[in-house]
């Protein structure tokens, strides 16, 4: 029997460091100080470059160990892209830069020429089998489960072609990567875990490869006495490394590997491939585009040498995966993930709109829905105005780099939200300043876009979207409702943009169409993605004579005239005022998803609602005025 034991982390970049330092307690330490005892064995390990970085600079005695362990042989480092990017998603150019990058930081640091790759996301094409030649990578570690394919499985070491090329692909063992999944949804205990994986082992098949996730593990609850017990057990079975399998096979077997999302690391829900994410999800659709779009622009700019690195810099930090994948630290869900995206994505607009010799696209559809965006780059706001909604899908403060448009309602699968008293439609772009309707004798408190027959929801409806001055500052979104009877009849909604350099300011026009008269409740949703050092969110309402403040993750009141929220890490104020009382509801939206730091409630975003009752004669209009001011603090 042919055995290959293996083990993998994917902690990324804006993940809160408590993982790392549970993942260095409870799983690194322990296992690279086995391997340090452990002699006749060998171990195949994959860690991002986020925690090899860490490593370096706050853990230097364990970083030292594993440079001793790598030069030994005792671990072999597999290669991987660079900022744990989904290759498929990238260019040919761009996939062999992140394993070259990779390659070369293993080999600088540890002494490893690594010519093993390990997919980030275990995502694969047949297209990669041309960059890893290029690379000079020869083989590949890979899950051969996906549910979308079950009649394929591999269960030995297979040569796979493609364009002439080829490659070794070793399978892992499904049996194992499905027991420490069921193992992190602690469904098994750890003692049942183990029995369970010595039995696959007493099966004795002719190749088996064990490759544990260890950010599973950790979700599962793992201690450090019980890492050392699971590798224990892996390593009596005298583990080769992947060079001793080659020499011990005669004639590599052929096979094929069709294009996939292997493996269990990630939730799916009904997703058959990553690139469906983009045609479910609005927010990611516009991510991915907002990404192929700069790389699209950036690479046009010939001239100046330090303004091509820098942005080539940027771009290579934007195309990581993370902020695509919910696995088992749920990067997808994290804002200080998103967050980092955002700050390169906006880094680059400033750098490239600053140019002198450079016209920068002023309109680009980011998100590949037919509809053209505006890009809008001031001297401290950078906002995207929307044609869908009539509204704003970006709003960042320059000084901090920050997007504070970044709400997120994900598809349902991912996490649980049903703490959220309204929730937002799963799969839609949170954008600002969307228009909602309800009727005039709506409660407020069972406030819900989902109930479509309750409230008329104007966020995926097309507007007419026009400039209005030759500094492309101003603009205009026209939408007729059409014949409702929520409203009682038709509705114009003209709504007049005007961008400043701290202050985004809204005129809304509602015209009665109707040949009678009609009564509503008008709502306008600015779902803000605010940064702060606690949880709920809490804002002042600002009164003449007195400041309240408010703690409580939802609330409604009535008669505001303004209030005023404050980033702390950030230290910005956003002040949101109007030139007429409104009754304002506020709630923080989270998700509660199980990750490696246990049952977490990941914040996304806080929905403030500004509403007013409504009442227009035949011909009638009805102007408000709405400003959201930035600055710092």
Known sequence: MKVLIGAYSQLSQGVPV?????????????????????????????LGIPVLEWLELTQQPVNLLLADLARSGKVELLTGSYHQTILSLLSPKDRSNQIELTTTYLRKRYGQRSKTLFCYAQAFNPQYINTMNLCCVDNLVIS???????????????????MGKSISIFPTSTAINALVYTYARKEISFGNLLDQIQSVFDRKPAFLMAMINLDQLMQGGINEEQTTELFRLLMNYGPETIEEVHTLEAIPKKGYLQAGWYGFDSIKTNLCCINDLFVKDESFAYLYGRYTSLVECARTYKKDKDVRKRLEQLIQKVSTGTVYLCDAN???????????????????DSILSSLKDYSYPVVTDFDHDELDEYLVIGKYLSCVVDSKGGSLAELTYLPSLYNY?????????????????????AGKKQRLFSDVFLSSEAVLDEYSKVQEHHCLDMSSTVYNLCVLDRRNTEYRAVACTG??????????????????????LLDVTLSNLSDHPVSFLYGCEIPLSIASLKSPISFLQLENKKNVQYDEAEIILKQVKSIRMFDEPNSTSLTLVADTRFTLLKEDYTIEIATVLGEEQLYQHTLFMTSWPIQLESGAEKKITLGLRVERK
């Open 483 to 504: 014949q409702s009877d929520i409203i009682g009849g038709e509705l114009e909604i003209s709504k007049h943009f005007k961008l400043r350099q701290n202050t985004v």
């Open 18 to 46: 408590p993982a790392f330092e549970r993942a260095l307690a409870t799983v690194f330490k322990p296992l690279l100080t086995l391997m340090h005892h452990t002699e006749g064995s060998s171990l195949q390990l994959s």
């Open 144 to 162: 051969s489960y996906d549910c979308d394919k079950p009649k394929q499985e591999f269960s030995e070491p297979f040569s796979m072609q493609e």
């Open 330 to 348: 749920a990067s997808m869900l994290r804002s200080s993930v998103r967050k980092l995206f955002w700050r390169y994505i906006s880094e680059a």
């Open 405 to 425: 448009g970044d709400g997120l309602s994900p598809l349902q699968g991912f996490g649980s939200s049903k703490n959220n008293q309204h929730p937002s439609i």
